[in-house]
């Protein structure tokens, strides 16, 4: 879809880009060709889009699956999907904002697509990007894998190694393995954002597999993350739980600097850490 096909579309359906929600549309065909690659799609596979707009990534997708069940929360763009529907018995709309999906409503798609597993292909608006990632690593029916379109910035952040953790990259690394595929500069996109993007893979989606249990892990990262300012000591001493006595002496054990902050923390700290304090 290039620019002139996507403003006729935006016209023909009265429709204004919302930077709010992040409605940047993709003019250029080799981003969603190489997404399309990343992804390897089979005929089987059951697809969910996030954000269908005005069809470019869904019209891919359909060639190449027989179930697409692609969320959308712009009712402007009925009209267009559900003409796409109309001709295209393996595509779904689902009208309904994907941070409110339950694992009950996942697990009622796989079950009225007769699908066991799926895989998430989307481009994501930079708004819900880390939201929407977390949701499906942490959700109890997690994708097989999720070829996304997202922020370069952030992008970088999941994939590239030693740099700073965020609970979104420390989300990722702990549950999957991820690659940064290609940058995309932002003149692909009308509106053009201020921003290039970046095509990323998560694969190798996996449950929770650590000896510590993963609620009171989340529960210590979640607190060792509330204050970024603030060292990871200090922000752990608010549980009620810990004492100084008994954090100096994991600090110790796993040689870790009592100025350290949550971000500087590696996976393996962080599993280190935690299975120490439960164990003592």
Do not use: C
């Amino acid at each position: 879809m290039n620019l002139s096909e996507v403003k006729f579309l935006l016209k023909k359906y009265h429709f204004s880009p919302n930077k709010i929600r992040g409605q940047n549309f993709l003019i250029s065909d080799d981003p969603l060709q190489e997404m399309i690659k990343t992804a390897n799609i089979k005929k089987e596979d059951l697809i969910l889009e996030v954000g269908a707009g005005l069809g470019a990534l869904t019209t891919e997708l359909i060639k190449r699956s027989q179930k697409v069940v692609a969320f959308e929360v712009e009712k402007n763009f009925r009209p267009l999907l559900q003409n796409l529907t109309q001709v295209n018995h393996n595509l779904r709309i689902v009208w309904q904002n994907i941070l409110s999906l339950s694992d009950q409503q996942l697990k009622d798609i796989l079950i009225k697509e007769k699908a066991s597993v799926y895989k998430i292909v989307a481009n994501i608006p930079y708004y819900l990007t880390a939201k929407f990632i977390r949701q499906f690593i942490l959700t109890r029916h997690k994708p097989q894998s999720m070829t996304l379109m997202v922020q370069k910035e952030v992008a970088e952040r999941i994939t590239v190694k030693n740099k700073k953790h965020s609970l979104l990259s420390l989300s990722v690394a702990l549950y999957a393995q991820s690659k940064l595929v290609r940058i995309i500069a932002k003149d692909n996109f009308y509106p053009s954002p201020k921003v290039d993007s970046a095509i990323i893979y998560i694969y190798d989606i996996h449950s929770w597999n650590y000896s510590i249990e993963e609620r009171k892990f989340w529960q210590l990262v979640h607190r060792g993350f509330a204050s970024k300012r603030k060292k990871l000591f200090n922000n752990l001493l608010t549980d009620q739980d810990l004492t100084k006595e008994k954090l100096n002496l994991a600090f110790a054990k796993i040689n870790l600097d009592k100025n350290i902050r949550a971000e500087d923390l590696t996976v393996s700290n962080w599993l280190q850490l935690i299975y120490y304090l439960e164990r003592h």
